[in-house]
């Protein structure tokens, strides 16, 4: 089945989780993009309207060939037959100059799906620097391979397979840190100080769900959905009946640092708040014109609430933060998200790559596209470096302050 996509780099910045994907996930989703629905937006859709009528149904390959024999028989290394096809390709969706139109490979299309999800392959260890700039580990995640090897919150990782960690930042250790399910790798850490340990791992399947709840003082609910991905509604709807349940007097969900996920979640979350029938978000393009309306789930309709957005918030993220706010339903506080208003088809290849294509711009309820802008909250509250070293976030204390008043 071929899918709709957006796309940004991933960035965390919720507090309790900070770096806990961009270290282990190590950023690549933000470059690969971002489902934003199943199918063709068949719904009301005819045929595929074309904006380069003037190309011919088939490329004239002569050129490429002569470039291929000149490449055969004067490069002075070694080359595929595979990897030469892989290179046309995706000189072909580069040729666009679109960041968001991509090809991938068979191998990259199962890391890109994997990796969407928020399913990989590691440790499960959030990594982070301490005050002296020292590779850190932050939390090892409970029941995963790094916190039964041992390790412990502060460990100082002063080598990744005997590769000294000076310098190194956590995204790129990440990447050293992860591997094939079964593999091991060598970690050398120096625990309080003094002692010095060698931990040797085996990697493991690390899935990680997409919304996180609780109640926090005062009974206000707090939702943080880190991408719309395949368990996004199910856990949602949990949440929010929970929260019900509950009788919480608002809600706070939080989507720092979320680069968006599948519309269909987007539109079931935004569903949450909103009455069925109202508009979630409309979409223009190569396959015509859509506008999507919430389900009537509205499990938390009428109860005060507030989003977080930042500028990792993007896409998906941001057409639940619109709907929310052109509806009336949040209050918007944070500061400026991302800006990603284009729509991407994942279409799929007998071979298993892939080619992501932008098809589509979407809009607000309120008729606006915010590609290149992003959103501005209703309230600017920056989030300092410094804060968020301290855990002290400045962001989530506005919206709790304006669901007390």
Same mark, same amino acid.
């Given at each position: 089945?071929?899918?709709?996509?957006?796309?940004?780099?991933?960035?965390?910045?919720?507090?309790?989780?900070?770096?806990?994907?961009?270290?282990?996930?190590?950023?690549?989703?933000?470059?690969?993009?971002?489902?934003?629905?199943?199918?063709?937006? +068949?719904?009301?859709?005819?045929?595929?309207?074309?904006?380069?009528? #003037?190309?011919?149904?088939?490329?004239?390959?002569?050129?490429?060939?002569?470039?291929?024999?000149?490449?055969?028989?004067?490069?002075?290394?070694?080359? $595929?037959?595979?990897?030469?096809?892989?290179?046309?390709?995706?000189?072909?969706?580069?040729?666009?100059?679109?960041?968001?139109?991509?090809?991938?490979?068979?191998?990259?299309? /199962?890391?890109? =799906?994997?990796?969407?999800?928020?399913?990989?392959?590691?440790?499960?260890? %959030?990594?982070?620097?301490?005050? =002296?700039?020292?590779?850190?580990?932050?939390?090892?995640?409970?029941?995963?391979?790094?916190? /039964?090897?041992?390790? !412990?919150?502060?460990? =100082?990782?002063? #080598?990744?397979?005997?590769? #000294?960690?000076?310098?190194?930042?956590?995204?790129?250790?990440?990447?050293?840190?992860?591997?094939?399910?079964?593999?091991?790798?060598?970690? /050398?850490?120096?625990?309080? !100080?003094?002692?010095?340990? $060698?931990?040797?791992?085996?990697?493991?399947?690390?899935?990680?769900?997409?919304?996180?709840?609780?109640?926090?003082?005062?009974?206000?609910?707090?939702?943080?959905?880190?991408?719309? =991905?395949?368990?996004?509604?199910?856990?949602?709807?949990?949440?929010?009946?929970?929260?019900?349940?509950?009788?919480? /007097?608002?809600?706070?969900?939080?989507?720092?640092?979320?680069?968006?996920?599948?519309?269909?979640?987007?539109?079931?979350?935004?569903?949450?708040?909103?009455? %069925?029938?109202?508009?979630?978000?409309? +979409?223009?393009?190569?396959?015509?014109? %859509?506008?999507?309306?919430?389900?009537?789930?509205?499990?938390?309709?009428?109860?005060?609430?507030?989003?977080?957005?930042?500028?990792?918030?993007?896409?998906?993220?941001?057409?639940?933060?619109?709907?929310?706010?052109?509806?009336?339903?949040?209050?918007?506080?944070?500061?400026?998200?991302?800006?990603?208003?284009?729509?991407?088809?994942?279409?799929?290849?007998?071979?298993?790559?892939?080619?992501?294509?932008?098809?589509?711009?979407?809009?607000?309820?309120?008729? +606006?596209?915010?590609?290149?802008?992003?959103?501005?909250?209703?309230?600017?509250?920056?989030?300092?470096?410094?804060?968020?070293?301290?855990?002290?976030?400045? +962001?989530?204390?506005?919206? %709790?302050?304006?669901?007390?008043?």
């Amino acid at each position: 089945m071929s899918h709709l996509l957006v796309g940004i780099k991933r960035i965390r910045v919720e507090l309790w989780l900070r770096g806990f994907v961009a270290t282990l996930v190590a950023v690549a989703v933000f470059s690969l993009g971002v489902l934003v629905g199943e199918g063709r937006l +068949q719904i009301g859709f005819g045929g595929p309207t074309t904006e380069n009528p #003037s190309l011919p149904s088939q490329l004239d390959y002569s050129s490429v060939s002569r470039v291929y024999s000149t490449l055969k028989d004067n490069y002075d290394g070694k080359l $595929t037959t595979s990897q030469l096809l892989d290179g046309l390709k995706q000189g072909l969706a580069e040729s666009t100059h679109d960041p968001y139109t991509e090809y991938f490979n068979p191998s990259d299309a /199962k890391q890109f =799906a994997a990796e969407l999800n928020n399913s990989f392959t590691g440790i499960g260890a %959030e990594l982070g620097k301490d005050d =002296a700039g020292n590779l850190i580990i932050v939390s090892p995640i409970k029941g995963f391979p790094a916190d /039964k090897a041992g390790l !412990k919150p502060q460990d =100082a990782i002063i #080598s990744i397979n005997n590769e #000294s960690t000076v310098g190194m930042q956590p995204d790129l250790a990440a990447t050293k840190i992860r591997g094939p399910k079964g593999t091991t790798v060598t970690l /050398k850490v120096v625990r309080n !100080k003094t002692e010095d340990l $060698t931990f040797t791992i085996t990697r493991d399947n690390i899935k990680l769900p997409s919304v996180n709840t609780k109640i926090l003082d005062g009974n206000i609910g707090y939702m943080q959905i880190i991408s719309f =991905a395949d368990d996004t509604i199910d856990l949602a709807q949990k949440g929010a009946q929970s929260f019900k349940d509950a009788q919480v /007097k608002g809600v706070i969900l939080d989507l720092r640092g979320n680069p968006g996920g599948l519309l269909n979640d987007a539109v079931s979350v935004s569903s949450l708040w909103l009455l %069925e029938g109202k508009t979630v978000v409309t +979409q223009k393009g190569t396959y015509g014109v %859509e506008t999507l309306t919430a389900t009537g789930n509205s499990i938390l309709s009428g109860i005060p609430t507030v989003v977080l957005v930042d500028g990792g918030s993007a896409s998906a993220s941001e057409i639940t933060a619109g709907a929310l706010h052109d509806n009336g339903a949040a209050r918007l506080i944070g500061v400026k998200t991302f800006g990603k208003g284009v729509v991407q088809q994942l279409i799929n290849f007998n071979d298993g790559s892939e080619l992501k294509v932008t098809i589509a711009s979407w809009y607000r309820p309120n008729g +606006q596209n915010i590609n290149k802008q992003g959103i501005t909250p209703d309230e600017v509250v920056p989030l300092s470096d410094s804060d968020s070293q301290a855990g002290n976030d400045t +962001q989530l204390q506005a919206a %709790e302050a304006y669901l007390n008043k």
